[in-house]
């Protein structure tokens, strides 16, 4: 499977746009790219996925670049409540699915 | 309620007194699998099972067992725990195989703590 780098922390202002990077430069054609987070100890909660297209959904937008090898997760406004560790997950053809350490987004008055 | 529950959620036990930890999901998931979160180090894939009677190592396999004799359930057991097994533990599960269009959803964690 695809290894993904992302920042260790990151700040946000609340009310302003979190973007999270990620780079995914081994990316096959055929894994997707899943967003994941998880706040304080909980369970980690899914956000979003792609293949190629950009997706938005109710919680998130994710831009997938067009050659694949990187996204952005944006928190179009952001709250004290989407302070979490965020997880990019690049899926492949094994059933493993392993989890790096994330960015911890930290979102602050 | 669609979700996945654990048991227990908190554990506190000795060295070498067997303990198992329950999984059950009510969405007739396919694949389920279990992670060991510790400071630093991320989650880590423990094992997996693709279906029933389908079970397979993760990442750190030692010193833990599984099975999955029906669907919905799939315990994690430990013969014999050790104080490296101190750790928060999350059982996960989705409709397909990860490398399908199948996101996962995770159980609330247990948090173990082995003397």
Known sequence: DAKTTQPTSMDCAEGRAANLPCNHSTISGNEYVYWYRQIHSQGPQYIIHGLKNNETNEMASLIITEDRKSSTLILPHATLRDTAVYYCIVTGTASKLTFGTGTRLQVTL | ?115
Request: proline share 7%; net charge positive.
């Open chain 2, 1 to 115: 309620e669609a979700q996945v529950t654990q048991n227990p959620r908190y554990l506190i036990t000795v060295t070498g007194k067997k303990l198992t930890v329950t999984c059950s999901q009510n969405m007739n998931h396919e694949y389920m699998s279990w992670y060991r979160q510790d400071p630093g180090l991320g989650l880590r894939q423990i094992y997996y099972s693709m279906n029933v009677e389908v079970t397979d190592k993760g990442d750190v396999p030692e010193g833990y067992k599984v099975s999955r004799k029906e669907k919905r359930n799939f315990p994690l057991i430990l013969e014999s725990p050790s104080p490296n097994q101190t750790s928060l533990y999350f059982c996960a599960s989705s409709l397909r195989a990860p490398y399908a269009d199948s996101p996962l959803h995770f159980g609330n964690g247990t948090r173990l703590t082995v003397t």
